[in-house]
C-alpha cells in the first residue's frame, strides 16, 4: 500500500489491520490453527479442524470461540506477569538482605569509623554489588 494518498503523518503501519500489534495478533491466531490441526492429527482426532471451521463459518459461534480463547490468552499473560513480577520482586528482597549484611559486616569490622567513611563505604558496597548483580 503506497502512501502518497495519505493524510499528512499518516503512514501504513497506523491503519487497522497494518499495525505491528494487529500482525502480531494475526500471527497468534494462525499459530493456534496450525498447533491444533497438529495436535489433533497426533491424537487421532484429524475431524476435529473441520469442525472448527464450521463452528466459525457460523457469526455467532465464531465469536464465541474468537473471545474464550482470547480470554483464556488474557488470563494465562496475567499470570505470568503476575509471576515474573513476583520473581522480580524476590530478587530485588534477595539483594536488599545481601546489600544490608554487607553494610552491617562492614560495621561490625570498623567500629571506629567516621560517617564520611561510613557513607562512602556504602556507596562503594553498593555499587559494586550492582556491577556484580548487572553481571550475573
Known amino acids: 500500500m503506497s502512501t502518497w494518498n495519505m493524510p499528512p503523518g499518516v503512514n501504513t503501519n497506523m491503519i ?38 464450521k463452528l466459525m463459518q457460523n457469526d455467532e459461534w465464531d465469536g464465541i470461540l474468537y473471545r474464550y480463547i482470547g480470554l483464556a490468552r488474557e488470563v494465562w499473560l496475567k499470570q505470568e506477569i503476575h509471576e515474573a513480577l513476583a520473581d522480580e520482586a524476590q530478587g530485588h528482597m534477595a539483594f536488599d538482605e545481601a546489600y544490608e549484611n554487607r553494610v552491617r559486616d562492614w560495621m561490625e569490622a570498623h567500629p571506629d569509623a567516621t560517617m564520611k567513611t561510613f557513607y562512602d563505604a556504602q556507596t562503594e558496597i553498593m555499587s559494586e554489588m550492582k556491577r556484580k548483580w548487572n553481571d550475573d
Open 16 to 53: 487497522p489491520g497494518n499495525r505491528p500489534e494487529d500482525l502480531r495478533e494475526d500471527a497468534f491466531w494462525e499459530q493456534v490453527a496450525e498447533d491444533f490441526t497438529n495436535w489433533c492429527e497426533a491424537n487421532e482426532h484429524p475431524d476435529w479442524p473441520e469442525k472448527i471451521d
